[in-house]
């Protein structure tokens, strides 16, 4: 399916645009990460779409990918998404949709011993679904544009979106047979209708999707993970995959999208992002818990990802949060 020309060249702008466009609000505190390993999805059992729930932890929940699209609401919990080469933020009531083949992860930061029984609502579909329907019913069509996004994933912002997408997910969830199909095409439209979403990586799924050395991706991005808020080389990640420093640089690029001191200063900027959103504490303070080693590195890295000073940033919180209040 393919995009007018007037269209693609307003949403590359947008891709471009959305370094420097807030996200949405952050978190809390860690659990684990993971890699792309390849999941096949057999359960389809003649159906055109797949709906699921999940919990946290869970063995699904990982750094994956699939040929489905994957339309994902979080339901419970906030922490850290990646997306192909993005790393954000999720809270409840945050949606996405994912491309075929483009590898994610939602990571909830939990308390030790924490459990979430329900974190997120999932409907996957496929490529063949839409491109079959689209032969015979021309309204259909309109879903291309949306649908053309989606290989760089797409966030949606539009409240009323969100909740909408809520209703309907648990109406696909709870019927079968047309009504689900019914349901499902619903969904899409208001999707495809909305012009309040925010598109993520900069790399799309055929760059990114690899199924060679998943263990020790896994690894290196867990341990990444777990030390990052301290002074952290890539000498040391690759020492503990058992690389060379220069294999695992190339290696690591390969398989995240993004050169090792990118990745982790993506990380600790999010992480400031968390703390400067949801805490008072000073910004020298959110510097340091953040893993930077010093205040003018952290301003200017911030400054690069987030297009505003640390200070612009929590002030611009604040004030969506007083107009989302008023409402």
Not at 7 to 30: E, F
Not at 155 to 181: C, N, W, Y
């Amino acid at each position: 399916m393919i995009l007018p020309r007037l269209a693609i060249a307003r949403d590359v702008v947008k891709l471009q645009d959305h370094k420097r466009h807030l996200t949405t609000p952050p978190m809390n505190r860690t659990a684990r990460v993971p890699d792309p390993s390849y999941e096949l999805m057999d359960d389809h059992e003649g159906h055109s779409l797949i709906y699921r729930q999940h919990g946290f932890p869970c063995p699904l929940v990982r750094w994956h990918f699939h040929k489905e699209y994957e339309l994902h609401l979080i339901t419970a919990s906030s922490g850290k998404v990646f997306i192909g080469d993005y790393i954000g933020n999720f809270s409840p009531n945050t949606l996405f949709l994912t491309g075929p083949g483009l590898p994610h992860n939602w990571i909830s930061q939990l308390e030790e011993g924490e459990l979430v029984a329900k974190r997120d609502m999932l409907v996957n579909f496929t490529d063949e679904l839409l491109a079959r329907g689209t032969a015979v019913f021309a309204e259909l069509k309109g879903l291309a544009p949306l649908l053309a996004r989606a290989p760089f994933g797409i966030e949606f912002h539009d409240p009323s979106v969100i909740r909408a997408a809520g209703e309907l997910m648990a109406k696909i969830a709870d019927s079968q047979g047309m009504t689900r199909l019914g349901h499902f095409f619903i969904l899409l439209e208001q999707l495809a209708a909305t012009e309040d979403y925010q598109l993520l990586s900069g790399v799309t799924s055929s760059e990114l999707a690899d199924e060679h050395h998943v263990e020790r991706i896994n690894r290196a991005v867990d341990y990444i993970f777990q030390h990052y808020p301290q002074e952290l080389s890539q000498e040391e990640v690759a020492e503990h995959v058992g690389m060379t420093p220069t294999y695992f640089s190339r290696f690591f690029k390969q398989a995240t999208g993004r050169g090792f001191v990118e990745f982790v200063n993506r990380l600790r900027v999010s992480k400031a992002c968390e703390l400067l959103s949801k805490s008072d504490k000073p910004v020298t303070d959110v510097c340091f818990e953040s893993g930077f080693s010093n205040i003018s590195n952290f301003n200017r890295r911030f400054q690069q990802l987030k297009g505003m000073t640390p200070s612009a940033y929590r002030k611009l919180v604040v004030q969506r949060l007083t107009e989302q209040n008023l409402y």
